[in-house]
């Protein structure tokens, strides 16, 4: 069944048998007060607005059967998945694999690793963890999205010019439609979430198109509704 999606530039088609939600990143190191997030002096606030349209999409894509996966960022206990590179960044004390509030900053199986509890992944849902920031990275994604014969992406979490960008970047680049979801995304930099947003739409798309939580609701309520009696 090919449903119409409401999206800029252009609405687009989608069909649910053949199309993924992945939610990028809702880890509580970068959404809860307490977190690493904020002891680096972000408000928290602004990523935490994001969890809202997030859950109404989710429960809208478990009833219609989308395929859904989950990313979290983080890296083995030994570090050695991390890049010198990235290891380097950062004040000496909140480095990745420094204790943090909620654990080391950015190691797998820690508590500030973790999906924050609105959004925990059901059973038998998808859940990646990457090293870097896109999510095709140096992980089993790409696998997991041929054997269901996955052709578009709704890409929602955080950050939006980060994590969620780079995952549409790679995504377009490997022939999948994406479609980044609004008021799905969050930054702790309002101006970079704007911007982001308007980079993949612009120029007819160039990295795919930009649509809301909302619309998805509306969109898979639409089909699943039954046709009124002439």
């Known amino acids: 069944m090919i449903l119409s999606l409401t999206a ?74 991390a890049r010198p590179a990235k290891l380097e960044r950062g004040a000496p004390t909140a480095r990745i694999g420094a204790p943090g509030p909620m654990g080391r900053i950015l190691v797998r199986g820690e508590p500030g690793h973790g999906i924050v509890p609105a959004l925990a992944p059901a059973r038998g849902e998808v859940v990646i963890d990457k090293p870097g920031k896109g999510a095709f990275y140096a992980t089993d994604l790409g696998a997991v999205l041929a054997a269901r014969g996955i052709a578009t992406l709704l890409v929602c979490g955080v950050t939006t010019e980060v994590c969620v960008h780079t995952t549409i970047r790679e995504g377009n680049d490997r022939g999948y439609r994406c479609i980044a979801l609004s008021d799905g ?34 969109a898979l309520a639409g089909a699943a509704r039954p046709s009124r009696p002439d």
């Open 8 to 81: 800029e530039p252009a609405d687009v088609p989608f069909d649910p048998a053949t199309t993924a939600l992945v939610i990028i990143d809702m880890q509580r190191d970068f959404l809860e007060p307490g977190g690493f997030g904020e002891s680096l002096g972000n408000d928290v606030s602004l990523l935490q607005a994001a969890v809202g349209p997030i859950r109404s999409v989710l429960a809208a894509a478990r009833t219609a059967g989308l395929l859904i996966v989950h990313t979290r960022e983080g890296h083995k206990p030994d570090l050695s998945d």
């Open 185 to 218: 995304c969050a930054s702790y930099f309002p101006e970079f979430h704007r911007v982001g947003l308007a980079m993949i739409a612009a120029q007819g798309g160039i990295f795919g198109w930009v649509s809301s939580c909302g619309a998805v609701v509306e």
